[in-house]
């Protein structure tokens, strides 16, 4: 160990810390705003980066297919809802949603897939995709069970995570992907080279906290989410309709995954399953944060992403031992610090 290599491994550990913070941030949004702790935030990861880079090679990915059929499926789940109170307003609103919208997107991916299409539009195709199933899946396995217990929605999210996850193995098969750079261009800094790629992802990390921050603290819809995060019940009451905040957090989730899993494959091969590990590094840094605090989170992303660069180096073999170790002694410390509460009683 030398300077050299110090700086070089902070500079591997605040790049992935920079993408752990942001799935980490979206964790901690959809906790607070459904109670749901996402499990599958890992395969928006993937599904955004491998359609990407399907994207990329000009085929069309097998998410783009999954996006109809699950709007499909949502809309038959609004008409049995509603089926007592149907009106000609609430199905051309669902149709419009659930069934023209994928299906026009689609076909926009038919239209415009092909080898020599700029890598902007190929990052707008996979978004949008990904943004989709993101809103699907909440429609379909947490919107019908939205008042249930933390327990239940625990367990719903484990199942839609194992599913998404064999959807990806058929979609993108088991061989990994890579996807073009966003930018060739790099930066020399004394003895370290920072890549248009890696200075993308600190840039987007920023700004997306940022705008975080701006649409939390200024605009309508965002203190509308922050009221429903504080008490569900009271956001009710005074009139907003918690559904939709819902639907809004697993939208900015899945949008916020997507990208993390572009900024990350052009920097290293991605499997159908690698997302679901690099979602766990998410959580763990959102568990420091206490699945509350924004800036916690993003902090202890940074501290992740920096001890797991400094094991790979030391001790690689128990590199991820050593990252999912963090989290025992916060467990440990926000258990000693909590109230205790006493047992229900049948």
Known sequence: MNT??????????????AIYALLGLALVLVFAVTRVILIPQGEFVTYGALSYAMLATGQVPGTALLAVAMGLVAFALDLFFARKALHARLVMRSVALNIVFPTALLGLVYALVGPHTPVAVNIALALLIVAAIGLFLYRIAF?????????????????????LQGLGLVFFGAEGL????????????????????????????????VALWLFFGYTRTGKALRATAVNRLGARLVGIRTTLSGQIAFLLAS????????????????????????????????????????PLTAVAAIVVGVVE??????????????????ILPVLVLRSLAAP???EEKD
């Open 309 to 326: 660069a400094f094991s790979s180096f030391y001790a690689s073999n128990f590199k991820e031992v050593i990252v999912f170790t963090l």
């Open 178 to 209: 890579r996807g073009p750079a966003l930018s060739g261009a790099a930066v020399t800094a004394g003895p370290l080279r920072f890549t248009g790629q890696s200075l993308a992802v600190y840039g987007l990390t920023v700004g997306f906290i």
């Open 4 to 17: 050299t290599i110090m700086l070089f491994l902070l500079q591997d550990g605040i790049t992935n810390g």
């Open 143 to 163: 919107q019908p069970i939205a008042h249930t217990s933390v327990l239940v929605l625990l367990i719903a999210s484990v199942g839609c995570h194992l599913a």
């Open 255 to 294: 949008v916020i995954g997507a990208i993390s899993g572009i900024l990350i494959v052009p920097i290293t091969t991605l499997y159908y399953d690698t997302g679901f590990l690099i979602g766990l590094k998410g959580f763990i840094a959102a568990i420091i944060g206490g699945l509350v605090s924004y």
């Open 340 to 342: 205790q509460v006493e």
